[in-house]
């Protein structure tokens, strides 16, 4: 007797209530931070090609900071080494999270995103070697194209995607996440120029007492907060790059929320009390002051931008923004629904999975991070890099849009139904199905989200007229 046939996964079906929803507010804050992003990148641009630029020089190049520590830095390296931490500190968090207890913990939903983000950085990264392949020093720049700013993409979609398809974003979101622990690594193993040793094995005590501290639940921050300063600052004087301790702190946090013996739950994780902690001053802080304090160059008129586009650097780091990523995607996306027999959800086409891709060259943040460590900030290719991200950034959120705006009539109609609640319980009708829930092929069943639903139901049904 032969078994119910199996259905084919779907790519991009929609989750649970509670992760649906989690991801919104992420989504919500990011765009947020976005909207910031730009502003202090225009904001920076604006002051380095006016009368003033010199006074932002000097800005950028206030050193402050306790010298006996060799910490006495300028403010672009506190944002780069300091802020981004922070930054990563949430990616950690978040990366974590997803992949412990979120609704990528099943190796067939994590296979599309990782795999998305490996070709992401791989297509990238041999076009711009190819194109540099003859240039004394240039191959230093490989990993610059390689990067995805959700923050700089979600400020985009804010403004002409404001129906995509809650699976879409989600996938935006997560192999952005995926990209940063991928930039981390990169940075950590390529973009370390000398190791102390011991500074970097002194480091290792704080952060197990750290690690000790949050597995037994600790959220004392006068306790904690010493304890992730003192790994920052003894990674940062090993030479690796400081931002890998923000990652290294966050994959300490536990995820999975506490248990009583034999009890219920006892609340969110504290990997999602930090992340909703942080994620705003990261968002809302970090990431827009590295912006403001990294993304100011002198452009000298069309004729400077010009010759600064024309550099082979430049233009290796373009076509990997603009060309190579959504190659690299688009291909890693296929392969993976080839290999699985996986298709795409209902109302959805690959024309989406294009503008996503391209969307996905928008490399911001990191790209410069990684401009300055491959080039140094000060440096003539140092500019040419800063041009080349924003001139690639611009232009893959511009073709983004024209896409998507193109499919704007289809995902107004997936808004829908996603948003329908004709019930007002506050709870989509589309997670409220049991029966089609566990019909949908690819869909993953969140049974606490079950009670939380028929808890909502009660409540409404008993609720005074």
Do not use: C
Not at 39 to 54: D, K, Q, R, V
Not at 204 to 228: E, G, H
Not at 229 to 238: C, E, I, P, R
Not at 265 to 292: D, I, K, N, Q
Request: charged share 15%.
């Amino acid at each position: 007797m032969t078994g119910p046939a199996r259905r084919a996964p779907r790519l991009f079906g929609r989750r649970s209530w509670a992760e649906a929803r989690r991801i919104a507010d992420i989504l919500r804050q990011e765009t947020i931070g976005g909207g910031l992003l730009l502003a202090g990148a225009a904001l920076a641009m604006a002051w380095a090609n006016s009368p003033w630029s010199a006074a932002y020089e000097q800005v950028r190049a206030y050193t402050i900071g306790p010298t006996w520590l060799h910490l006495n830095l300028d403010m672009a390296t506190w944002a780069a080494d300091g802020l981004l931490a922070i930054f990563f500190f949430v990616a950690g968090l978040e990366l974590k999270r997803e992949f412990v207890a979120g609704d990528l913990r099943p190796p067939r939903r994590a296979a599309v995103p990782v795999a998305a983000a490996l070709g992401g950085v791989i297509v990238p990264a041999a076009l711009y070697l190819l194109i540099n392949r003859n240039i004394q020093g240039a191959a230093a720049g490989w990993a610059i194209p390689t990067a995805t700013d959700i923050a700089f993409a979600l400020a985009v979609l804010a403004v002409i995607g404001r129906f995509l398809p809650a699976a879409l974003r989600t996938f935006l979101l997560t192999l952005a996440v995926v990209d940063d622990l991928l930039a981390i690594v990169i940075i950590a193993v390529f973009y370390t120029s000398y190791l102390a040793p011991i500074p970097l094995l002194a480091a290792l005590l704080p952060l197990a007492i750290f690690t000790a501290l949050v597995q037994r639940r600790v959220r004392s921050w006068w306790l904690l907060l010493p304890l992730a300063v003192t790994v920052w600052g003894l990674v940062h004087a090993s030479g690796v790059h400081a931002t890998v301790a923000g990652v290294l702190l966050g994959f300490a946090v536990p995820v999975m929320r506490r248990r009583r013996t034999g009890g219920p739950e006892t609340g969110p994780g504290l990997a999602e009390h930090f992340e909703h902690r942080f994620r705003p001053l990261s968002a809302g802080v970090a990431v827009p002051l590295f912006a403001f304090l990294s993304a100011g160059v002198h452009l000298g008129g069309l004729d400077g931008a010009a010759t600064a586009l024309s550099n082979p650097v430049a233009i290796g780091i373009v076509v990997g923004l603009v060309v190579g990523k959504h190659i690299g995607i688009m291909a890693a996306t296929w392969l993976v629904a080839r290999f699985t027999r996986a298709h795409l959800d209902e109302g959805l086409s690959w024309v989406d999975v294009l503008g996503l891709s391209i969307l996905a060259g928008i490399g911001f943040t990191v790209s410069l991070l990684i401009g300055e460590l491959a080039f140094g900030a000060a440096a003539e290719r140092g500019d040419y890099v800063k041009i080349a991200v924003l001139s690639g950034s611009v232009i893959a959120a511009l073709l983004a849009a024209v896409i998507l705006r193109l499919r704007n009539r289809a995902y107004r109609h997936l808004h829908e139904a996603e948003t329908a609640d004709q019930d007002r319980d506050s709870i989509p009708d589309v997670y409220q199905d049991r029966d089609r829930v566990d019909r949908a092929p690819g869909h993953h069943v969140d049974r606490a989200d079950y009670g939380r639903v028929d808890h909502a139901r009660r409540r409404r049904r008993n609720r005074p007229a």
